[in-house]
């Protein structure tokens, strides 16, 4: 069952009125950027073959200089849409978040629906379908990667849960401020990309300044924080994006009242490619 108190951010759209100033947080840098909600407006949603009644945020394509191993959509499908058909590549794997409305999903013949909270991990090339259902637009994220196979390791099996499901793992040393909630086991070396989500609480903060090989994308859900981003410090709130490029210095501030969420994608568990 999904926690009635559980809040997800969802892309505003719309357009703003023409007496709203032209600035803004957005920024694009060499190390990371930021795509504040405010600029997911109407005007820059995409649509896609084989998708009816819907449309997309891109928040993350591989680019020369920008993300490199992953693509992120926030997709809003209206009722009775979705698609028979909706991935185009045999070896992209792929998760979904549902922060919004209600959708069915068909793996391989079984049939699940999936709520605010629902998580599901589409292993390559499985057969997989989606519709929406209910009376109002379903919201949710979609992640997708290459997969890199490796030999004597099968494909991961597809997962489908949610979030309420799932107990939150403390990191170590905080007293339960900071928590991540894993959607599949981190020792299981068949995945080479995990999307967890990332909960501090009032005052808490990432205590260092990570710099790591994992590039990261970051949506906020929940809340407000001072977000430590190479040589910068910025605000982010609920419905934000960041973008990590691979050793990006990053440390975080949680700014309150309420915990600060985010959805994390990062990919793990390959060798560097030479």
């Known amino acids: 069952m999904t926690d009635p108190r559980r809040s997800y951010a969802t892309p505003d759209g719309g357009l703003p009125p023409q007496s709203q100033l032209l600035s803004d ?44 191993t992953f693509s992120h959509y926030v997709m809003e499908v209206s009722p009775g849409g979705g698609s028979p058909r909706p991935e185009p590549d045999a070896e992209a794997e ?44 379903a919201v949710f994220h979609w992640i997708r990667k290459a997969y890199e196979a490796v030999e004597g390791l099968d494909r991961p099996e597809a997962v489908v849960t949610n979030e309420n499901d799932i107990d939150p793992t403390a990191m170590p040393d905080c007293g339960g401020a900071w928590a991540t909630t894993r959607f599949v086991d981190p020792e299981d070396m068949r995945h080479d990309m995990h999307v967890t989500i ?36 910025v605000e982010v709130e609920a419905g934000d994006y960041m973008w990590l490029r691979a050793f990006c210095p990053q440390a975080c501030y949680a700014g309150g009242p309420g915990p600060f969420r985010y959805l994390l994608y990062k990919d793990v568990n390959r060798h560097m490619a030479l």
């Open 25 to 68: 947080r957005a920024v694009f840098t060499e190390a990371y950027a930021v795509i504040p909600r405010g600029v997911m407006r109407d005007i820059v949603t995409s649509f896609l073959p084989h998708w009816s009644k819907t449309r997309l945020w891109v928040i993350a394509r591989p680019m020369s200089g920008f993300a490199e």
């Open 94 to 137: 792929g998760v979904l978040f549902v922060t919004a409305g209600e959708v069915g999903l068909e793996i391989e013949g079984r049939a699940h629906v999936l709520t605010s909270g629902g998580y599901a991990y589409l292993p390559p090339g499985c057969d997989w379908q989606l519709d929406a259902r209910g009376d109002v637009p």
């Open 198 to 233: 990332v909960t501090l609480q009032p005052g808490a903060v990432i205590p260092f300044m990570e710099t790591h090989v994992m590039e990261h994308g970051l949506y906020v859900l929940e809340g407000k924080a001072a977000y430590r981003l190479n040589r910068d410090w």
